[in-house]
């Protein structure tokens, strides 16, 4: 996003007349979009997540979705974390990238919302206490553990052993 568009969309924000704290409005905005963007994105997910770098709402839907601690709640998250580990049916998947979350920049998006889970804990947010995601990505990570470690998955999995939030869920799997 450049300067201008940040300017544009925080213009208003001084001018607001809600007594409310900004993180708890925009929770309750990203609830109000957060199923009909569902909707919309599952219907043909696994197009999206291919050309992930391009689909700049469904990134920031699933970081926020993330963020809030909704991710329990949510279709889409599940039907995600299920096509990434659908066989890739591309002409130029080699052999070491027969699973999405092995090719291209999908790596990238499930780090950042790994990052974005840790921060939410940071931050207090009682839903993201429990990490679902960052479990759910572990346990797919690990059950896969010889792939992952050739791929750019294991930037995921660094990701995971970096953040002390997160850093629980893989060094003991891993020592073993």
């Known amino acids: 996003m450049t300067e201008d568009e940040s300017a544009c969309l925080n213009l208003y924000s001084k001018k607001s007349t809600s007594k409310k704290d900004v993180s708890v409005r925009q929770a309750e905005l990203v609830k109000c979009v957060q199923k009909p963007l569902e ?3 599952e219907e043909k997910l696994q197009f999206y997540i291919m050309d992930i770098n391009h689909s700049f709402v469904l990134q920031n839907l699933c970081s926020a ?3 809030n601690g909704s991710f329990g709640e949510s279709d889409l998250m599940d039907e995600m974390l299920r096509v990434v580990q659908k066989p890739l049916l591309s002409d130029e ?5 027969k699973y999405m ?3 291209g920049d999908i790596h990238r998006f499930l780090k950042d919302m790994v ?3 840790c921060e939410a804990v940071k931050e207090g947010v009682e839903a993201a206490k429990s990490m679902p995601y960052s479990k759910s990505v572990a346990m797919m990570l690990l059950k896969n553990f010889d792939e992952t470690i050739k791929t750019r998955a294991v930037f995921v999995l660094l990701a995971l052993v970096e953040n002390p939030e997160t ?3 893989v060094t003991e799997k891993l020592k073993k």
Not at 93 to 97: H, R, S
């Open 93 to 97: 998947a080699t052999p070491d990238q």
């Open 115 to 117: 990052k974005s889970e």
């Open 167 to 169: 850093a629980g869920l």
């Open 39 to 41: 909707m919309f994105f």
């Open 101 to 103: 979350i092995f090719g």
């Open 65 to 67: 979705i993330v963020k």
